[in-house]
C-alpha cells in the first residue's frame, strides 16, 4: 500500500499557506502574558503592555531578556477559534522553526521554550514559540532572523526585547509590510512580571493537541494532513473499518505498560504464554510501517496517529476476547502520558495535578480490565538500553537525555484513573516479576 502513494511535501517555512502579513489580513493581538522555561526547568511568566500591573520581571527572565546581549521571541500565530487544519499547520510551522533556529549562523545564541497565552487561560488561546539570546548582541542575528521569517507568509511574529542596568525591560515589535520590509510595530511595550496561572496555559489545549477525548478529535487532525502525509489516509481507511464502539467480549484483557527496557516485552510474552492469551500490540503490525513518518512530526500528528493505533488495537480485542485473554504492549495510557509530558513545559510541579480530567480514558474506547505499569530504577534502566543497544523513537531517546521529562512520563502513568495503573517492580528476576504479574492478574480479574 505504502509504495502507491505519492512522495510527501517537504516542510519549508514558506510553503505553509496562510495569509500574508501586511497584506489582506490584519494583525492579530498580541497575547498579553509569556511562560519561559529556564534552566532547570522552571517557568518564569511575564506580561506585556503598559497596562499591566506588576513588578520588575523575575531576575532570572530578565538575565536572559535584557542585556548584556539581546533577546528575540518568536510566537507562532494560531487565529482565535482556528479549526484542526490551523493547528496541524502552526504545529509543523514550529517545528520547522526549532530546526532552522539551530541552524548557523543562529546556533551560536541560547534557545528556550516559550509560550504565549492571554491571561484568561482557556483553550485555543496559546502560541507556541522560541525565546532566542544572543549574548554577543550581534546585528547579524536579527538580520538572519529577517531572513528566515521573510520565508515564512504567515508568521512566526517577532518581538525584540531592551533593557537597562536596572532590570527594566521592554519589548517592541516587528512587522514585514509588502514594499516596505521589516518595521517596528507600534510603541515599545513594558515588560513586567505575571503570576503563574492555577493550571499551565497548555492544559485546555491538550484535548485538542495530543490527549484526544474520542476518536473523531484524533481523526480530524489525519485527514487535515492527508496533503502533506498521504500515508495519513491509509491509516484512516483502516480506522474506518473499525467498529465506532468495540465491545469487550468475556475474556479478561490486560494491558501492559512501561517505558522503554523496563522488560515489557519479555513481560508480554510470558504472560500471555502463561494465560494462553492472544497477545497484541499498539501500535498495530497494520500501520507499524508508517511509524517512523509519523515519529518525525509535531505531537499533535504524533500522538494522533498513536491514538487511532489504539482504536484499530480495540478492534481486535473485541473480536479476541470472546475466545480467550487477551494482553496487549501498550494501549491508551502510553499514549497519553507521552503527550502530556511532552506538551506541559517545565517540572513537575507543572504538571495537571491529580484527578484531572486529562488522566481519564476515552469514553468511546474500549476499556480494559487491568493495567500494569512496570517500573524500574533509572540507572537499571540505562544498563539495560546499553546491553541491548535498542534503537529508539525521539521521545525514548528524550527519556535517557532528560531526567525531568522522564519523571513527567512516570508521574502521568500514576495518574491515571478509569482505570489506574498497577505499579509493578520489575527490576528482580524474570521469573519474580512474572509471578508477581500473574498474582495482580488473578486479584483483580476473578
Known amino acids: 500500500m505504502a509504495s502507491a502513494l505519492r512522495p510527501r511535501s517537504p516542510l ?3 510553503r505553509l499557506p496562510g495569509p500574508r502579513r501586511g497584506a489582506c489580513a490584519p494583525a492579530m493581538a498580541p497575547p498579553r502574558r509569556f511562560a519561559l522555561e529556564l534552566p532547570g526547568c522552571t517557568l518564569a511568566h511575564f506580561a506585556v503592555g503598559a497596562d499591566a500591573p506588576g513588578a520588575l520581571p523575575d531576575p532570572r527572565a530578565a538575565a536572559l531578556l535584557g542585556p548584556p546581549g539581546r533577546s528575540y521571541s518568536l510566537c507562532v500565530p494560531l487565529a482565535p477559534g482556528g479549526d484542526c487544519a490551523a493547528r496541524v499547520r502552526a ?3 514550529h517545528q520547522r522553526l526549532l530546526h532552522q533556529l539551530r541552524r548557523d549562523p543562529l546556533q551560536r545564541c541560547e534557545l528556550s521554550p516559550l509560550l504565549c497565552y492571554g491571561p484568561g487561560g482557556g483553550a485555543g488561546g496559546v502560541q507556541h514559540g522560541f525565546l532566542l539570546h544572543d549574548p554577543s548582541d550581534s546585528p547579524d542575528t536579527r538580520r538572519a532572523l529577517f531572513s528566515l521569517l521573510g520565508e515564512s507568509p504567515e508568521g512566526p511574529r517577532l518581538g525584540e526585547f531592551v533593557g537597562d542596568a536596572r532590570r527594566q525591560v521592554w519589548q517592541h515589535l516587528w512587522e514585514l ?3 516596505a520590509g521589516w518595521r ?4 515599545r511595550e513594558r515588560v513586567v512580571s505575571a503570576p503563574e496561572p492555577a493550571l499551565h496555559p497548555v492544559v485546555p489545549d491538550l484535548p485538542s493537541s495530543g490527549v484526544f477525548p474520542h ?3 484524533a481523526r480530524a487532525v489525519l485527514e487535515a494532513c492527508i496533503p502533506f502525509i498521504p500515508e495519513a489516509q491509509a491509516v484512516l481507511d483502516l480506522v474506518d473499518q473499525c467498529p465506532e464502539q468495540a465491545q469487550r467480549g468475556k475474556f479478561p484483557v490486560i494491558a501492559i505498560e512501561g517505558l522503554d527496557a523496563t522488560g515489557k516485552t519479555t513481560v508480554t510474552r510470558s504472560v500471555s504464554d502463561s494465560l494462553k492469551a492472544v497477545l497484541l500490540k499498539s501500535p498495530p503490525a497494520c500501520i507499524s510501517q508508517w511509524r517512523k513518518i509519523f515519529d518525525d512530526e509535531p505531537t499533535i500528528i504524533r500522538r494522533a496517529f498513536y491514538s487511532l493505533g489504539n482504536y484499530i488495537v480495540a478492534s481486535e480485542i473485541a473480536k479476541e476476547s470472546t475466545k480467550s485473554p487477551v494482553i496487549v504492549d501498550r494501549y491508551w495510557h502510553s499514549t497519553a502520558t507521552y503527550a502530556i509530558a511532552t506538551e506541559v513545559t517545565g517540572g513537575l510541579q507543572h504538571l495537571p495535578p491529580a484527578h484531572h480530567p486529562i488522566y481519564q480514558w476515552p469514553r ?5 480490565d487491568l493495567v500494569l505499569l512496570l517500573t524500574v530504577s533509572p540507572e537499571e534502566r ?3 538500553i546499553e546491553r541491548r543497544g535498542m534503537e529508539r523513537t525521539r521521545e525514548e531517546a528524550e527519556l535517557e537525555a532528560n531526567s525531568i521529562f522522564r519523571q513527567k512520563v512516570e508521574v502521568s502513568y500514576q495518574r491515571m484513573e478509569n482505570p489506574c495503573c498497577h505499579v509493578v517492580d520489575a527490576s528482580p528476576s524474570r521469573e ?6 500473574l498474582s495482580v492478574i488473578q486479584n483483580n480479574c476473578n
Open 177 to 179: 509590510r509588502d514594499g
Open 91 to 93: 504545529a509543523r510551522l
Open 184 to 187: 517596528q510595530v507600534g510603541p
Open 12 to 14: 519549508l517555512l514558506g
Open 364 to 368: 468511546d474506547l474500549l476499556k480494559p
Open 432 to 437: 519474580k516479576v512474572l509471578q508477581m504479574v
Open 382 to 384: 540505562m544498563r539495560r
Open 215 to 217: 476518536r473523531e478529535a
